[in-house]
């Protein structure tokens, strides 16, 4: 498994301006996914964190809107633009942990940030 | 796109109960996993299935993948207040180096002791 932190882990933003989270591992990963859940909500994936090239947006999801970098094998971030009241959601990293077989990909989460636009 | 639909939405419970959850995917699945979010928590990874047919148990917990991989169940035997939770299941596609999951909508267990 692996430990993963989340900063912050919390926050109360105004509309119009930006929030970056950042996710942080204990080990080197193999693959790294950003999640948004709304409260009572499944999970929704974003994007994959791809480490020294551009995230892997899905359907819904653009870079203008959640820019996403992942310098290294442990770290990344993701950054909600230009908020607006519809983006107060939990953001969720995960990761897989490398040295697993294609079969084995079993996701850990990070404990989230809870986002409140206003 | 991929469909994963799971059942009941909630479901409450008097301690001792059993409970059973169901997961329906569109598409046949190479896998499927089983997470865990306690209220206020992260989803916290359960088990994994991989194999038709296949039947996994952990203590009072049985997870079953369907002979066609395209459902799966979970199943609580005499449920406990520790049990709380909303219950994930998520099914990945397609081989080589595809790690996305696709999340049912999950099934919010409650307890009553």
């Known amino acids: 498994s692996a430990v993963i932190s989340q900063k912050p882990s919390r926050d109360i933003c105004q509309r119009g301006t930006s929030l970056t989270i950042q996710c942080q591992v204990d080990?080197?990963?193999?693959?790294m996914f950003w999640y948004r859940q709304q409260p009572g909500q499944s999970l929704t994936l974003i994007a994959t964190?791809?480490?020294?090239?551009?995230?892997?947006?899905e359907s819904g999801f653009v870079i203008d809107k959640f820019p996403i970098s992942r310098p290294n094998l442990t770290f990344s971030t993701l950054t909600v633009s230009n908020m607006s009241p519809e983006d107060s959601s939990i953001y969720l990293c995960s990761v897989v942990p490398s040295g697993g077989t294609h079969q084995a990909v079993e996701q850990y989460f990070g404990p989230g940030t809870r986002l409140t636009v206003t | 796109g991929q469909q994963v639909m799971q059942i009941p939405q909630y479901q409450h419970v008097q301690e001792g109960e059993d409970f059973t959850t169901y997961c329906n995917s569109s598409t046949t699945l190479s896998n499927i996993q089983w997470y865990k979010q306690r209220p206020g928590g992260h989803p916290v990874f359960l088990i994994q299935?991989?194999?038709?047919?296949e039947v996994k148990k952990q203590k009072r917990l049985t997870f079953q993948f369907g002979e066609a991989k395209k459902n799966s169940s979970l199943h609580i035997t005499a449920t406990q207040t520790t049990d709380v939770g909303t219950y994930f299941c998520a099914g990945k596609t397609g081989g080589g180096s595809n790690y996305k999951l696709t999340f049912g909508k999950g099934t919010l267990l409650t307890v009553n002791p």
């Open positions: 299935l991989v194999k038709s047919g």
């Open positions: 964190a791809n480490q020294g090239s551009e995230a892997t947006y």
């Open positions: 080990s080197q990963v193999t693959m």
